[in-house]
């Protein structure tokens, strides 16, 4: 497996596994905004041609936001989002940032799981988030290790 950043070309196999990951979906024209955004490190995990799974992280300052991570269904539970958390992590220490933080549902275990293993921390909720269904998200941050 390598990690790369994301090109226009990648987008249907990006869309393709944040429809079976994530809801809401995001549109086409959102990610293409986060490839084109110079404040977005937008990273894919690939598999020979496969694209396995990505993750955005968007800096501001010296803050970062993870706007999204994803695995494909057929390669979850085998490490890849940690991989690509630890990446943005890496990123976000070489670029100075003093903190990284993202909501996640609070239905979503696994998810928080893995968050609290690279080391965020759950600072608030906000209560009605989500949609598809309406849940409520909660906030974590992490500092990141210099």
């Not at 979850?76 to 990446?87: E, F, T």
């Not at 670029?95 to 933080?101: A, E, H």
């Not at 979503?108 to 309406?134: H, M, N, V, W």
Request: aromatic share 6%.
């Amino acid at each position: 497996m390598i990690i790369r950043i994301a090109t226009e070309k990648d987008l249907s196999q990006i869309l393709t596994i944040d429809r079976e990951s994530l809801t809401p979906t995001w549109l086409r024209e959102m990610f293409l905004d986060e490839i084109n955004n110079k404040d977005s490190h937008f990273e894919l995990a690939i598999m020979g041609p496969e694209i396995i799974g990505f993750c955005i992280l968007r800096c501001t300052a010296d803050e970062g936001e993870i706007l999204r991570i994803a695995v494909s269904k057929s390669h979850r539970r085998s490490g890849i989002a940690d991989k690509l958390m630890m990446s943005a992590l890496s990123y976000s220490t070489e670029n100075s940032l003093q903190s990284v933080y993202l909501e996640v549902r609070q239905s979503s275990e696994p998810a928080i799981k893995l968050y609290k293993k690279c080391g965020f921390e759950q600072i608030a909720t906000r209560k009605d988030y989500y949609t598809e269904p309406i849940e409520n998200a909660i906030i974590m941050a992490c500092k990141v290790q210099r």
